[in-house]
């Protein structure tokens, strides 16, 4: 599956989020208990205590900005009419972009404390140029602003609207770079924020809408943490214990181990050994259909749902044969290339794997029985001289047949 599509599961949970203040224009949704006033002070203080549970700086900074601009808001203290809010959303938007550049560093850091200061900071600033220049007008609008994006809406809004594209923007490019849960986050919060300048929603279901996001992204991170391989970025063991529960009915497995692969350690340095895990991590995923686990160490597991054997044996072998043929080369700097660059000198690395296939059949109905007969085939594939491919064969011996790999 190619990356950019995986980075969309960020976005599933968020994106219902997202979609909720549209509900707006269906009438038989009662959108009524979004507008308790108490509800932002119940998701965004959960948000906070969750944050520093997970040691997560930048959702606590996030949350507990919302909450400082919603209980500045409730307690009057802020205008909450459409000549004011729109600045502080706005200046909510580019600091939730900036946050999002920041490190975790533990919710409760000296730095996150730091950050905290320069950000009520702002706000106050933004409170006393409001108070002794009055509400950004009209006629400044129209001045400084292009004409084609002022005409038929409301002033006042049209600034902080341009501020927050530019802050969804710069979170989004944030988002390309760096994927993970909390990145998107906080660029969903400047998308909601954005909508809500727009719309010109009241701020208690923006703020209960972003205390909701900032929740769904710490728990994106704990299933982050829980069910993937920080290192090569597939799923863990502890996903594919979870998977084989329940794998359907027609499925095969494949068990995959790089050759080797303590020589290849103790000769290039652990440091190459993580990028070649890395290299054929995402070579597995190019080449294969079904779902790739890192299994352990240096051995990976693929489920390929269905009935087509000989397609998942297909498969299977022309992988063997990519892998062996992947042009990787050491750097100066210990660094792997994955493509040669004619002219250049740098050591190749032949790195091979062999696999073990297995489907599941009348002997095989029980997912263990299955995991078995792939990793005896991966077993033979090994004792057979490696760089090859050994499905297990339904039959009396449970005999196993093998394709080398070049
Ligand atoms: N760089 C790196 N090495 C790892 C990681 N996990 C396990 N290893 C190493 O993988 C090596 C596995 O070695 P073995 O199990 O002997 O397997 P092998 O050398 O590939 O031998 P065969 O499987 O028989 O071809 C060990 O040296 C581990 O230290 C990791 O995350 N990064």
């Known amino acids: 599956?190619?990356?950019?599509?995986?980075?969309?599961?960020?976005?599933?949970?968020p994106g219902l989020i997202?979609?909720?203040?549209?509900?707006?224009?269906?009438?038989?949704?009662?959108?009524?208990?979004?507008y308790n006033k108490q509800l932002p002070f119940f998701l965004l203080g959960a948000a906070l205590v969750l944050s520093v549970l997970y040691r997560s700086s930048r959702v606590a900074l996030a949350a507990g900005l919302f909450l400082l601009l919603y209980a500045a808001t409730s307690l009057g203290l802020l205008p909450e009419?459409?000549?004011?809010?729109?600045?502080?959303?706005?200046?909510?938007?580019?600091?939730?972009?900036?946050?999002?550049?920041?490190?975790?560093?533990?919710?409760?850091?000296?730095?996150?404390?730091?950050?905290?200061?320069?950000?009520?900071a702002q706000g106050m600033a933004l409170f006393l140029l409001q108070e002794c220049c009055g509400p950004l007008s009209r006629q400044f609008v129209l001045e400084n602003l292009p004409v084609w994006v002022s005409e038929d809406r409301d002033a006042s809004v049209i600034l902080p609207l341009l501020v927050c594209v530019a802050a969804a923007v710069g979170a989004s490019l944030l988002f390309i770079l760096f994927p993970g849960p909390t990145v998107a986050g906080l660029f969903s919060c400047t998308l909601l924020l954005g909508y809500g300048i727009w719309t010109g929603l009241p701020l208690v279901p923006i703020?209960?809408?972003?205390?909701?996001?900032?929740?769904?992204?710490?728990?994106?991170?704990?299933?982050?943490?829980a069910f993937?391989?920080?290192?090569?970025?597939?799923?863990?063991?502890?996903?594919?214990?979870?998977?084989?529960?329940?794998?359907g009915r027609h499925y095969s497995l494949a068990m995959i181990d790089i050759d080797h692969f303590k020589k290849l350690n103790d000769r290039f340095g652990h440091q190459t050994g993580d990028q070649v895990l890395r290299m054929v991590a995402g070579l597995i995923n190019r080449h294969t259909t079904g779902r790739?686990?890192?299994?352990?160490?240096?051995?990976?597991?693929?489920?390929?749902?269905g009935r087509d054997r000989m397609g998942a044996e297909k498969a299977l072998g022309h992988l063997c044969g990519k892998i062996a043929a992947y042009p990787m080369r050491l750097r100066a700097a210990g660094r792997l290339r994955d493509r040669m660059i004619?002219?250049?000198?740098?050591?190749?690395?032949?790195?091979?794997?062999?696999?073990?296939?297995?489907?599941?059949?009348?002997?095989l109905k029980k997912p263990d029985a299955v995991l078995k007969a792939a990793d005896l085939a991966l077993y033979k594939a090994k004792r057979s001289g490696r760089n090859r491919l050994c499905v297990h064969v339904e039959a009396r011996d449970q005999?196993?047949?093998?394709?080398?790999?070049t």
């Open 292 to 305: 790739t686990f890192r299994f352990g160490g240096e051995e990976f597991a693929v489920v390929i749902p």
């Open 228 to 247: 993937r391989d920080a290192l090569t970025g597939l799923l863990s063991r502890r996903a594919f214990y979870y998977h084989m529960l329940a794998p």
């Open 1 to 13: 599956m190619p990356s950019y599509l995986q980075w969309l599961r960020f976005f599933w949970l």
């Open 342 to 363: 004619p002219g250049r000198s740098g050591q190749r690395i032949k790195v091979t794997v062999s696999i073990g296939l297995a489907h599941r059949e009348k002997s």
């Open 18 to 34: 997202l979609i909720l203040p549209f509900a707006h224009y269906l009438p038989w949704l009662d959108l009524g208990p979004l």
């Open 81 to 120: 009419g459409a000549q004011g809010l729109p600045l502080y959303l706005a200046l909510m938007a580019l600091n939730l972009m900036l946050i999002a550049c920041a490190r975790d560093r533990g919710a409760l850091s000296l730095i996150a404390l730091a950050w905290l200061l320069v950000l009520i």
């Open 399 to 405: 005999s196993t047949k093998c394709k080398s790999g």
């Open 207 to 225: 703020a209960s809408a972003a205390g909701l996001l900032l929740i769904l992204s710490l728990l994106g991170a704990g299933y982050e943490f």
